[in-house]
């Protein structure tokens, strides 16, 4: 997976459209390999974007769990730590 992807299920607060739009747009550049598509190319990518956006807010929406929601800053700051240990020298 995307490592700009981020789990965006069972956190207080919930995700924005930002972060699905956000999430979207990373999947569609993965899938395409392209960061920026072509003018030719451009209406396909965003149109792709705007329905992987749909579908994943679609889907958030109806997912359950009996986890306590994550906190957003627990889980950055656990996300930091990982990283200045794989990327300490």
């Known amino acids: 997976m995307c490592r700009n992807i981020r789990t965006l299920h069972n956190f207080e607060p919930p995700a924005t459209s930002d972060e699905v739009q956000a999430a979207a747009l990373q999947y569609v ?20 974007v ?12 109806h ?7 994550k906190d957003r800053e627990v ?4 996300a930091r730590a990982r990283a200045q240990a794989r990327y300490a020298s």
């Open 29 to 48: 550049r993965k899938v395409s390999g392209s960061t920026k598509p072509s003018k030719a190319n451009e209406e396909a990518f965003n149109h792709a």
């Open 50 to 61: 705007d329905e992987i956006a749909h579908i994943t807010q679609h889907l958030l929406e």
């Open 63 to 69: 997912l359950t769990t009996t986890a306590p929601p």
């Open 75 to 78: 889980e950055a700051a656990k």
